[in-house]
């Protein structure tokens, strides 16, 4: 019987992020459509806390110490080898965070497996596990599955349902001893955005993208940039959504044209860009070209705000669009949160 090991990092206040809680629960429904055993690996200071979120696991390994405290490669490597070897694990998930995206490939090559990211589906069929991955800027997909252990797997978030744990649960320490080799870079700080500051959100119910028409001139021949940055800043305030941008505007700084100064390349949605995985999407001052909206895969409920009932929209790219000024729409919708 194989042995699933879902394994992650904890995050600072000791808890599980929800992105590793749905690795977990991906994790759990393979492990039950495939009748194999799963356990936990947990790295950080203490993963007492983030145990509890695992209660119901079959095992729990942690490497724990103010040494893993941190994101470092050769410290991260060395307890996920050693987790891994406790465990004697088939088969090894973690959620796609930076963290452990960073360190996963580099731990299957040193055990001798193979592994694949990014996954947004893990199946079990015929007794056999196969994972789902998206190719070619989201445009097609391909099912995998693989002979060779240990198999690493990272999952994408926003696509499994959260594991839902708690409870006592014992951890089995794994001790590892770091060669001074792997001690050698230390964080200083952690300089971050603050909450408010920071308008990319991945997990954030609700996406609202803004295109270039929010820079071009208006009915009055004039362009309005800073009413645009504040009728889309007080939304994102007032909804916690999180803000994507068509390529057009972000790359409007760059040819000296007025632009949101809040947004950088990091928002762009798309062929180029990225593909968030909200629930729901509004577009506004967005035209809705094909480049733009294959970013837009796994939004599943989308309207779009223009003035051009011939845009993309419009064709059988919303579930609604509404033919307006996205001004004076937004600035309702503003109202109406207040
Ligand atoms: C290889 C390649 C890759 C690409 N990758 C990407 C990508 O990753 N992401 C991406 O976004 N694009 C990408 N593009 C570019 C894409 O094809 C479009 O050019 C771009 O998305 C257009 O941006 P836009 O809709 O914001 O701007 P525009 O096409 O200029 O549209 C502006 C829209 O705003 C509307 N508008 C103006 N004022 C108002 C108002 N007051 N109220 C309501 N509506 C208003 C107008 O009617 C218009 O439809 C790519 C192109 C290529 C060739």
Redesign the pocket.
């Known amino acids: 019987m194989d042995t699933i090991l879902f394994i992650t990092a904890v995050e600072p206040d000791g808890g599980l992020s929800k992105a590793s809680l749905e690795a977990l629960g991906a994790a759990k429904a393979l492990a039950d459509g495939l009748s194999a055993s799963l356990c936990a690996g947990l790295v950080g200071a203490d993963v007492s806390a983030a145990a509890k979120a695992c209660a119901g696991v079959t095992a729990i390994y942690g490497v724990s110490g103010a040494e893993f405290a941190d994101s470092r490669y050769a410290s991260d490597a060395a307890a996920i080898e050693a987790i891994c070897k406790a465990a004697n694990a088939g088969m090894v998930i973690g959620p796609d965070s930076s963290r452990m995206s960073r360190v996963l490939p580099g731990v299957a090559q040193r055990l001798g497996g193979k592994i694949d990211t990014h996954l947004t589906g893990l199946a079990a069929r015929d007794g056999k596990p196969v994972v789902t991955r998206w190719y070619y800027r989201q445009r097609m997909y391909a099912e995998l599955t693989r002979e060779q252990r240990p198999w690493f797997m990272t999952v994408s978030p926003g696509c499994f349902a959260a594991y839902e744990g708690a409870g006592e649960a014992a951890v089995t320490a794994v001790d590892v001893a770091l060669p001074d080799a792997a001690r050698r870079t230390t964080v200083k700080a952690i300089l971050s955005p603050s909450a408010g500051e920071q308008t990319i959100r991945p997990d954030a119910a609700m996406l609202l993208v ?5 820079t ?1 001139k ?2 009055d021949g004039a362009a309005h940039a800073d009413v645009a940055g504040t009728l889309i800043l007080g939304f994102l305030d007032k909804t916690k959504a999180s803000l994507g ?5 972000v790359d409007m700084g760059g040819d000296g044209q007025p632009v949101l100064p809040f947004l950088t390349h990091l928002h ?6 990225a593909t968030p995985r909200h629930k729901k999407g509004l577009a ?9 909206v ?2 837009w895969r796994f939004v599943s409920e989308r309207r779009a ?4 009932p011939n ?2 929209w419009a064709r059988g790219k919303a579930d609604v669009l509404y033919v ?6 937004m600035t309702k919708v503003n109202e109406l949160l207040d």
């Open positions: 803004a295109g270039a028409g929010w071009k208006q009915a941008s068509s390529k057009s505007l762009q949605v798309g062929q180029t860009g506004t001052c967005c035209h809705g070209e094909e480049p733009h294959v970013g705000v223009n003035l051009d845009c993309g307006a000024d996205a001004f004076a729409v």
